[in-house]
């Protein structure tokens, strides 16, 4: 059965960040940052609610399932970068979030942007797909409108992968590794992928 991809709405925002959430429960990044496992699902459905809010979904380019399985959350072309004024007005919800681990997150962020392309593209800020889910197609499914956005005004793609066992994964859809990222305070390294139009 095929899975039947959509535009993801303000009225998605509570069911896609639980989904989200878990999908990235066991995430490196998430797990170096997050490190007590008893609040960390519900920190990280939060730090999702947040994002799909302020920067996400205003986008209108995030993507979800008929079930809200899981989503891929895109940044157009040079609105990749969150706005200052975003920031600011996020961080009273931010730092209770965080707590301690705030310095260690803004130092992986920033070593991430570091190395940001500044070309213009399409960036995969998020994918991810409901545990149940993963393996039958979700992943690629929530790709495709995008990708083939890209192919078809000949725009490439970016993205970060925070699970080296997802490298695969992304290469099928036609990313390259370009170099990774260690990121700082003992974390975990990250791979930032490439993509060029497909003609």
């Not at 059965?1 to 490196?28: H, I, Q, W, Y």
């Not at 007590?36 to 730090?47: D, F, G, K, M, V």
């Not at 695969?168 to 992928?193: C, D, K, Q």
Request: with cysteine; proline share 11%.
């Amino acid at each position: 059965m095929p899975v039947v991809v959509r535009k993801a709405t303000g009225a998605d925002r509570s069911r896609l960040a639980e989904a989200l959430s878990r999908a990235f429960f066991d995430d490196p990044v998430m797990t170096f940052i997050l490190p007590p496992e008893q609040s960390r699902l519900r920190r990280i459905q939060a730090l999702f609610e947040l994002q799909l809010k302020r920067v996400h979904l205003p986008h209108d380019e995030c993507y979800t399932t008929a079930d809200v399985a899981g989503g891929a959350l895109w940044a157009p072309p040079d609105q990749w970068r969150m706005p200052v004024l975003t920031v600011l007005r996020s961080l009273p919800r931010i730092v209770p979030l965080l707590g301690t681990r705030l310095p260690v997150a803004l130092k992986a962020i920033n070593a991430v942007e570091r190395v940001h392309p500044r070309a213009p593209h399409w960036y995969l800020a998020v994918l991810g797909t409901e545990p149940a889910q993963q393996g039958k197609g979700v992943g690629s499914a929530l790709l495709q409108p995008v990708l083939e956005r890209c192919d078809r005004e000949g725009l490439p793609a970016y993205l970060e992968s925070s699970k080296e066992a997802n490298l695969a994964f992304y290469a099928r859809h036609g990313f390259e590794v370009t170099s990774t990222i260690n990121l700082p305070a003992g974390g975990p390294p990250v791979w930032p992928m490439w993509r060029e139009p497909r003609s």
